[in-house]
């Protein structure tokens, strides 16, 4: 074993928040945005509202969560997926680097855009 | 009515041939006869140079795990009715180095299972006049499942990522790594966070589930690295975030 730090309980982290965060609130939207909304079981909301809805400062922490958490649970889960489906150790690196590196960006895209709301 | 039944073996034999090859036995079929009976049946009838392990022929044991048509199993526990009308090939088990035939070097696994520390760590050393080391039937059953483990290794044949990954610690080692982790009897679980938090350990799994599908006695390999990945994250941001020595209880 080498001697070096092993990061993977670090990644994990947050793909297991990422995981319950997703599980619990994405298929809310899902429902809302997917089905509720367009065959008309509610009143589409007038886009005033919404984004006034979008700027409290609990919604604007609760869509960065949201988005960053199930970004990172996505890279974990893409990374093993494809260290499996190919069958390569040697992927693996490069993988992470690939896979983490896009959860960071969109981090902070979604927190520049949460954040100029 | 189908009278007989094909057995083709997987032989290697180093010191007549350097390469396995495949060896077709044709073996009576007889009703309850398990694969390990008809390899029986081919070492005392047909062929004495057949080399396998096997011991209880109940399913206790753990030592005749094999390939049966591609599939880890114990040769005990699986019928020759279930591969009717044959044939059925037998392979030594998946992800280990052989020795001879069907027999397995299990060394590797054996250095694996030590670095887990698989025993009992109390927090204080007891005598045998402390008496008994109780415990209630709660307590016991916060472990019960991780002790059914017979180390047959069928879990590692099953796991792609021990295919892939030699310095992965596997699933029977992790499991029994949480049977003495959640012992109310023990405190060594900072220890085996040393070890399970590494690389090669708990988190190395991808979460694939097949050694608990693999597994004859339902100990769950997969179900107890969760729960440990889990516990271990807890303990990894206690020891990145708490002062030295705070974290290690
Ligand atoms: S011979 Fe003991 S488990 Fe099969």
Redesign the pocket.
């Known amino acids: 074993m080498s001697k070096s730090r092993n990061n993977d309980p670090f990644w994990w982290s947050f793909f297991g928040a990422g995981g319950v965060f997703s599980s619990f609130f994405v298929p809310i939207h899902i429902l809302l945005l997917g089905l509720a909304l367009p065959l008309g079981w509610v009143l589409w909301p007038e886009h005033g509202d919404l984004l006034a809805l979008a700027r409290n400062p609990l919604a604007r922490i609760y869509l960065f969560l949201l988005i960053a958490l199930s970004l990172f649970h996505a890279a974990h889960r893409i990374r093993f997926t494809l260290h499996d489906l190919l069958l390569a150790k040697s992927i693996d690196t490069p993988a992470a680097f690939v896979c983490y590196g896009g959860a960071i960006v969109g981090t902070l895209c979604a927190a520049m855009t949460v954040w100029t709301l | 009515m189908q009278k007989t039944i094909t057995i083709q073996v997987k032989r290697y034999i180093p010191e007549k041939q350097p390469t396995p090859f495949y060896q077709d036995y044709e073996v009576p079929l007889e009703t309850k006869w398990g694969v390990?009976d008809a390899l029986t049946y081919i070492k005392d009838e047909l062929d004495g140079t057949l080399a396998f392990r096997?011991?209880?022929?109940?399913?206790?044991?753990?030592?005749?795990g094999m390939m049966v048509n591609g599939q880890p199993a114990?040769?005990?526990?699986t019928f020759l009715e279930e591969y009717l009308p044959g044939p059925i090939c037998i392979e030594p088990l998946d992800h280990f180095p052989v020795i001879r035939d069907l027999v397995i070097d299990t060394d590797a696994f054996m250095g694996k299972l030590k670095y887990v520390k698989p025993w009992l760590i109390p927090a204080e050393e007891r005598s045998v006049d402390d008496g008994e080391n109780r415990q209630t039937p709660a307590e016991l059953a916060a472990f019960k499942q991780y002790t059914l483990c017979?180390n047959?290794l069928l879990c590692y044949s099953a796991c792609p990522v021990v295919g892939l990954n030699e310095d992965f610690l596997g699933p029977a080692a992790i499991a029994l790594a949480q049977r003495y982790n959640y012992d109310s009897r023990d405190a060594g679980q900072t220890q085996r966070h040393d070890v399970l938090l590494d690389h090669g350990g708990a988190f190395d799994c991808t979460l694939i589930g097949e050694c608990s599908r693999a597994c004859p006695k339902h100990v769950d390999p997969t179900g107890a690295i969760q729960r440990y990945k889990a516990d271990g994250a807890m303990e990894f941001w206690k020891r990145l975030l708490l002062p030295r020595g705070a974290a290690k209880r």
């Open positions: 390990l096997w011991s209880c022929h109940m399913g206790v044991c753990g030592s005749c114990l040769t005990c526990a017979i047959c």
